[in-house]
């Protein structure tokens, strides 16, 4: 059954009650500040870091789900509720919540009284606004209390959850006026406070939670808002809470507006107090900024033109690529929600979602790199910056620290490294970047390694390490060795643990010098040649040479010991043993090495890259999408790791692992095989499966990690939503290689392969600063083949259109046919 619908004009999924089968929720945020926001109003914010910075508090895992978050309770006339049905449940007469590029609002009503909220973050301002409306639609006078609450989280989120012997005497805020301030830590060595404000005069205030709520009352039973009455509540240690009773009187036919900004606030070390106090400091806090911020969001108005330049700023990223089709689902995800995933994974990497606590994942190099496939063209100058900040914390051999920290920057210790496909994901970083802007001025930046400026190259020898990385850490086979695992975090082949919850990521590695990754192999076969690309387009033709060489004997290399007869092997184990083979009891073929070695070209001139895909949608596919391998492992396997520790049909052990269904989607393209390749892409694609929300579960309109695969007691249930190279691979695949709008080092190629039953399709696609209106016809019912192209108007050579950078629209059109 379906939950709500896609409404396609205003960009928005439309979630029409509150019940949903998981809370489905949105991203608040551009840069810096960040809110998660659920269709209930659960979820929390924070600035920068997830971990570190964290405005409020949020209680993963709870009972009920969904614990926390900013809520507004109403009562009128002895009776109390919530209009975002949460955390009271409450009976609603109607209800609505609108997700949206960066905001979303919910509007219920209950007994004639209309509510409403719009949540987002303003462009450039760190802080929340959340603007209420109440509406009088009965015809009697209405007396309303309306009751905010936040829970204010003590900065470190991991420590608020953990060290209660400290952190319960040392919570501390300031009221004044409507304004609450939450400043814990702020005596010592912390310059940052939040702020908790509506416009308008308040009644009361609580910002002490046992006070408000009562001690063993829940999120559902505020004592102050059943007793109509805030308590005037100053928090000293403990639980320190922002809550405003606003008292509302509306004539009928009357509304009201109230705006609410949650402020995260800064001061120079040396200005942190108010200097009028007297005795001097203590106490008192520096208001200035918080000042200047309120300053800005006082009216209704102000609050409405911020949403205004937000929406704005969202319809000018997506009109850098829309696609209009027959098929609205597809047009939908990859015109638009597809899009916006990709730039919330961009911004979130893995850290903070409804599976990611925000605590324990810093910005991975792999991800971050794969990542800005899908979101390079969305903003190519925060691409780059990125780039240039994952560069940094390569090491000087070219390896990498698994995850980098957003805050500092660095590469994190804990989490360690050794994973050795982490380097190549730096090349196809840049080269996806060079190949949407034209900028190779990039590969000049001096850029550290380690952070250590001392250490500092061009980022061209970042890319040279990476490529030489895998060059010459190679195994008995020839093939690359997998370290600590490869893309696959759970193929830990030299890992070994035995010891119950021991982090298969982070445990001691035992180095074999055997264990390969055909993985690897194909990766560097794939993007080898845009290294060697970017070499010869520099006039570094000796280095091409010698990368073209190192290409040709990887490829060799898998031919002669990576073909397993009907398919590509995954690797080798620490004892030389075949993993991914014929020859194994589980785990016979696995999905990635398959996908991408086709993708890579390997085997298509001698029938094996077809045979390949066959035996994937033999072995692997389901209704839902391909899983991972087959069979799936049934015991731990102390020489596989981490695969083997996860009951079948989950996760990396047989689940449909979302993130490398696109490698086969694109392997099919790279075939001709347009049907298939469009089968491949719309079986993941959550839009397809709105009306199966019940089993899915997760947000009709983003891609989920994981899909429980055909070994899994809830096959097709989908976990793990949001933070996923999904977005990426799945924007990419459709728009790069189904729709076939790629851009390639010299300009923009054009190279469809669709269903043959789709009769065509527009994309507008910005590149290079032009704009192309790319009309494909396919009248001919071919899946792959461009039989003419003509550009306003006239014949182009060839399906690469030029590179006009003339700020102009260009008419393009496409005739399909063989
Ligand atoms: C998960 C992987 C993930 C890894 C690192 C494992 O438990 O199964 O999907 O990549 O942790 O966080
Ligand atoms: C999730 C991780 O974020 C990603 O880096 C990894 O490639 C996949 N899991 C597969 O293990």
Not at 443 to 451: Q, S
Not at 551 to 573: P, S, T
Request: with cysteine.
């Amino acid at each position: 059954m379906q939950y709500g619908f896609f409404d396609d004009n205003a960009r928005e999924y439309v979630i029409t009650r509150p019940d949903t089968p998981y809370p489905w929720i949105n991203y608040l945020g551009s840069e810096d500040f960040y809110g998660l926001f659920s269709n209930t109003s659960g979820g929390y914010c924070f600035y920068r870091d997830a971990r570190m910075l964290r405005l409020t508090r949020y209680r993963y895992n709870n009972v009920p789900t969904d614990a926390g978050g900013r809520y507004f309770y109403l009562r009128e006339g002895g009776d109390a509720w919530t209009p975002s049905w949460m955390p009271m449940k409450s009976a609603l007469d109607r209800y609505e919540c609108r997700h949206g590029m960066g905001y979303s609002r919910i509007s219920s009503a209950r007994n004639g009284l209309a509510f409403s909220q719009v949540s987002f973050v303003p462009l450039r301002d760190t802080c929340e606004i959340h603007k209420i409306t109440l509406a009088n639609e009965s015809n009697v006078e209405k007396y309303a209390d309306m009751f905010s609450f936040i829970e204010f989280c003590l900065w470190n989120a991991n420590d608020d959850m953990t060290n209660f012997q400290r952190n319960f005497s040392i919570g501390e805020v300031e009221i004044d006026g409507s304004r609450i301030y939450h400043k814990t830590e702020y005596r010592e060595r912390r310059n940052h406070y939040a702020v908790w404000a509506v416009n308008v005069p308040i009644e009361g205030f609580d910002t002490d939670r046992q006070s408000f709520l009562g001690l063993y009352n829940g999120f559902d039973h505020p004592q102050a808002v059943f007793d109509g009455e805030a308590r005037n509540s100053v928090a000293s240690g403990w639980a320190p809470i922002g809550s405003h009773h606003i008292k509302a009187h509306l004539a009928p036919g009357e509304a009201k507006t109230f705006v609410f900004v949650l402020g995260y606030c800064e001061n120079p070390e040396d200005q942190k107090w108010e200097r009028s106090v007297p005795g001097g400091n203590h106490g008192v806090i520096n208001k200035k900024p918080a000042n200047e911020l309120l300053a800005k969001y006082g009216t209704s108005d102000a609050a409405d033109k911020a949403f205004a330049e937000l929406k704005e700023y969202w319809r000018n990223l997506l009109g850098r690529f829309t696609v209009d089709a027959e098929d609205k689902k597809m047009a939908r995800m990859a015109g638009v929600w597809n899009q916006y995933q990709c730039m919330v994974t961009f911004n979130m990497s893995r850290s903070a979602s409804y599976f990611e606590s925000g605590i324990g994942r810093g910005m991975g190099f792999r991800d971050s790199n794969q990542d800005l496939l899908g979101f390079v063209h969305l903003v190519p100058e925060r691409a780059r910056a990125r780039i240039l900040d994952i560069a940094a914390t390569q090491f000087p051999d070219g390896s990498a620290y698994h995850q980098y920290q957003p805050l500092t920057k660095r590469g994190n210790n804990e989490i360690g490294s050794g994973f050795n496909d982490d380097p190549l994901w730096l090349i196809c970083g840049v080269a996806a970047y060079i190949k949407e802007t034209g900028d190779y001025g990039i590969l000049n930046e001096k850029v550290p390694f380690d952070n250590n400026e001392a250490l500092a190259d061009t980022l061209f020898i970042h890319l040279k390490r990476s490529f030489d990385y895998t060059v010459t850490h190679t195994g008995p086979h020839g093939l690359p060795l997998i370290g600590r695992a490869d893309w696959n975090d759970c193929l830990n082949l030299n890992c070994f643990s035995k010891t119950p919850g021991e982090s298969f990521q982070t445990t001691a590695n035992f180095e074999s010098g055997v264990a390969e990754s055909v993985l690897i192999a194909a990766i560097f076969a794939f993007t080898g040649p845009d290294y060697a690309e970017i070499c010869r387009r520099t006039g570094r033709d000796n280095e091409a040479m010698y990368a073209e060489k190192a290409i040709v004997a990887m490829i060799e290399a898998v031919n002669n010991h990576g073909w397993d007869g009907d398919w590509f092997l995954r690797a080798y184990d620490a004892h030389g043993k075949k993993i991914g083979s014929r020859e194994c009891d589980d785990g016979k073929i696995f999905i990635e090495s398959n996908g991408f070695a086709v993708m890579a070209g390997i085997g298509l001139n001698d029938g094996r890259a077809q045979k390949a895909l066959d035996s994937v949608k033999d072995q692997l596919d389901t209704k839902y999408g391909i899983v991972l391998l087959q069979p799936a492992y049934k015991d731990y396997h102390i020489e596989l790791g981490e695969v083997s520790s996860y009951p079948p049909g989950y996760k990396e052990n047989a689940g449909i692992f979302c993130h490398n269904n696109p490698w086969v989607t694109i392997g099919e393209t790279v075939l001709g095989r347009g049907n298939r390749a469009f089968e491949t892409y719309a079986k993941i694609c959550p839009a397809y499966r709105e009306d199966d929300s019940d089993l899915r579960r997760m947000e009709p309109y983003v891609y989920a990690q994981m899909v429980a695969g055909k070994d899994a007691v809830n096959h097709g249930e989908a976990k793990n939503s949001w933070l996923t190279g999904t977005a990426a691979w799945t924007f990419v695949s459709i728009s790069q290689y189904i729709l076939g709008v790629r851009p390639v080092f010299e300009g923009l190629m054009i190279d469809p392969c669709i269903p043959s039953s789709m009769k065509g399709f527009t994309v507008t696609r910005h590149f290079r600063n032009a704009d192309y209106q790319i009309t494909v016809d396919n009248s001919a019912g071919v899946e792959k083949g461009v039989k003419h192209i003509t550009v306003d108007g006239n014949p182009n050579k060839g399906t690469v259109l030029p590179v006009f950078g003339d700020h102009r629209l260009h008419n393009i059109v496409v005739t399909m046919g063989k």
